[in-house]
């Protein structure tokens, strides 16, 4: 999602206190993700196993491999829950239902 339309939409649903990032993209074609990525990580110098990306595309279930780390995905967007199901990753129907996955996430590492 383009970088403010994503901040806006994390602080209507009250759960930006929840995210040490937020990255959206700097326009709507949704490319060069892998390289923002990677580039946000080593900048950051965060392990990949403590991360979880939360995304809404096939896309970006590849992105979490590529990086290494986990990933969420959220059926309310670009694509319908049952493509989103073929990635193998945990698939929810909104944003909000990510909270208990990544407080899961957090406690495992």
Same mark, same amino acid.
């Given at each position: 999602?383009? *970088?403010?339309? %994503? ?5 209507? %649903? ?13 326009? *709507? ?12 990580l080593m900048s ?14 096939? *896309? ?17 967007? *670009? ?8 990635s193998g990753f ?18 495992? %590492?």
């Open positions: 999602m383009q *970088h403010d339309a %994503l901040l806006q939409s994390v602080k209507n %649903l009250g759960i930006e206190k929840y995210l040490n990032y937020i990255g959206g993209i700097g326009d *709507h074609y949704g490319g060069g993700k892998i390289d923002n990525a990677k580039g946000f950051s110098n965060l392990d990949p196993l403590g991360v979880t990306l939360i995304g809404d595309t096939l *896309h970006d279930a590849e992105v979490a491999r590529e990086l290494g780390c986990k990933c969420v995905l959220v059926a309310a967007g *670009h694509q319908s829950e049952k493509r989103l199901r073929i945990p698939v929810v129907a909104s944003l909000k239902e990510t909270i208990p996955i990544i407080e899961y996430n957090l406690r495992s %590492l």
